[in-house]
């Protein structure tokens, strides 16, 4: 099961915060900072999965159980992947598999660049409901439902939530950069995600960027 999906920019902006736990917002605060904390900090040579922090292990209800059913419902693992100015950040419980939830935040980065032509963190801040609905057609309930880009692509668009970027905002995206315009928002310049089509040929057990 997928428990959370989150996307932080490089200064630990929240760019997306979905939860399928229920938890207290207390909780979910200190645990998007405590994750933020441990994948910014990790090595370039580190592999991008790691245990999750004992924080919402020990917040979920099925973490006071005995059995193994239910210890396998338990959140445990974070898998993370670093796109120039953003990470794209999995929690999910043990049974699900890294290398799958790796493919999966492919898929979601990939579907996203198509539907903004060019993607970068601008587009995500003003488009959340692109963001959210491209989100909805992979993942419901916790549960991974699609997993076919040209599906996913096909869906968002046929919910009519892709939002177009005015024209006098375009011309940065061209050669894997972002509009380059701060906008006061603390998007280190503005520097996008981009260069997203030649990812399928980076190594899934390397370093988070």
């Given at each position: 099961?997928?428990?959370?999906?989150?996307?932080?920019n490089n200064s630990g902006q929240p760019r997306l915060t979905k939860f399928y736990t229920q938890l207290e917002t207390s909780v979910q605060q200190r645990l998007i900072s405590e994750i933020f904390t441990l994948v910014s900090h990790r090595p370039a040579s580190a592999c991008n999965f790691l245990p999750l922090p004992p924080l919402l292990a020990k917040s979920s209800p099925s973490s006071s159980s005995s059995t193994t059913t239910h210890n396998n419902d338990t959140p445990s693992l974070?898998?993370?992947r670093h796109y120039a100015t953003l990470y794209f950040i999995l929690i999910?419980?043990?049974?699900?598999?890294p290398l799958a939830l790796l493919d999966l935040i492919q898929v979601f980065v990939e579907a996203l660049d198509r539907l903004f032509e060019n993607v970068c963190e601008l587009d995500l801040i003003f488009?959340?409901?692109?963001?959210?609905?491209?989100l909805a057609e992979m993942i419901v309930?916790?549960?991974?439902?699609e997993t076919g880009l040209e599906r996913v692509v096909e869906g968002v668009r046929t919910?009519?939530?892709?939002?177009?970027?005015?024209?006098n905002e375009r011309g940065g995206g061209v050669g894997?950069?972002?509009?380059?315009?701060g906008v006061g928002m603390g998007l280190g310049g503005g520097v996008g995600l981009g260069a997203f089509r030649g990812l399928g040929d980076m190594d899934w057990g390397?370093?988070?960027r």
């Open positions: 099961m997928i428990n959370a999906v989150l996307v932080f974070i898998t993370y999910s419980t043990s049974t699900e598999s488009n959340f409901e692109t963001l959210h609905a491209t309930g916790g549960v991974v439902v919910q009519g939530k892709v939002a177009k970027r005015p024209v894997g950069m972002g509009m380059g315009v390397g370093g988070g």
